[in-house]
């Protein structure tokens, strides 16, 4: 069956018309009309209806169309994105917090497929505003204090809590949660925090803290150290635990695993750089299916945490 035949029908059935679709398309009605022809003796069907008011779908014709039109669509699409790969460039402005090394993965994995797209990663936790900050992509934790924009679940972040064998040596092993009250703790926190909440999965804690630091690579670097226990994001952990003989405690009561949102402003028509950013982290998160909850687009003032 010819693809091109195929598609050429597709765009009649939607145009109503072989002089709309040519009109489209660029493509002579004539070229059209030929390969309707062949497409409907190749397939020994009648696929339109003529009329001088233009062309309708016979029954076999609109059952072939119901069949292959989103089929088209996609290869048509595929099509286009492979082209706009060798084309698309510019700058996108993206901002994440300290230590969220597997958006810094996609980030490295999109540079990779745009070569001609530059991007500027700012690296804060602080509240932003996408306008006055200039900012395409943001990718936030916790509460989102946001408006006229577009919030999208990302990641569940996922932490581990670990220690240095000498702190074990000195303190022996929590059993339980509780028993962190007696060990030296570090952790994130704002500057103005004076002890750490910490969210498991039954309960939550209330931690005085040695060190805190709203920077996940100080933390980790103390608790390498060997100043105290702490929680850090799963990917650093898993690192920390494989080159510096680090030690998981407390597997059997992890920490609530905690959202990560892709926050950006609504664009009526954004701009092809953003458009393949968004087309990308789409598939990112199709292929996390089941880590993650999808949810659809939620309402949020340009300002978020």
Not at 281 to 295: C, G, P
Request: hydrophobic share 40%.
């Amino acid at each position: 069956m010819n693809l091109n035949a195929l598609s050429l029908f597709v765009s009649v059935v939607q145009d109503g018309s072989l002089s709309k679709a040519s009109e489209r398309l660029n493509v002579p009605i004539a070229t059209i009309s030929r390969q309707i022809t062949e497409l409907e003796k190749s397939l020994n069907i009648q696929l339109f209806d003529r009329k001088k008011s233009g062309v309708k779908p016979t029954m076999a014709g609109q059952q072939l169309y119901e069949q292959v039109y989103q089929n088209i669509d996609n290869l048509l699409q595929v099509e286009k994105t492979l082209a706009d790969n060798q084309e698309i460039s510019g700058k996108l402005r993206i901002s994440t917090f300290t230590g969220l090394e597997e958006v810094w993965a996609w980030i490295d994995e999109f540079c990779t497929l745009y070569p001609k797209v530059s991007i500027h990663c700012q690296v804060t936790d602080r509240v932003l505003d996408l306008v006055e900050d200039n900012i395409d992509f943001a990718f936030r934790a916790g509460n989102l204090h946001t408006d006229n924009a577009v919030a999208r679940l990302a990641i569940m972040a996922k932490t581990k809590c670990l220690t240095h064998p000498t702190i074990l040596a000195k303190y022996g092993t929590p059993q339980t949660p509780d028993d962190l009250q007696h060990f030296p703790y570090v952790g994130f926190a704002k500057a103005e925090q004076k002890e750490l909440m910490i969210s498991l999965e039954n309960k939550v804690l209330k931690l005085p803290c040695v060190f805190t630091s709203n920077d996940v690579y100080a933390i980790a670097y103390l608790i390498q150290q060997g100043r105290g226990v702490g929680y850090l994001p799963e990917t650093i952990a898993n690192r920390l635990i494989h080159e510096y003989g680090l030690i998981e405690i407390l597997s059997d009561y992890p920490m609530r695993a905690y959202p990560v949102h892709l926050l950006y402003l609504k664009h009526r028509y954004p701009s092809s750089v953003m458009r393949a950013f968004l087309d990308f982290v789409s598939s990112k998160l199709e292929v996390q299916a089941d880590a993650i909850k999808r949810i659809d687009p939620i309402s949020t003032k340009s300002k978020a945490y």
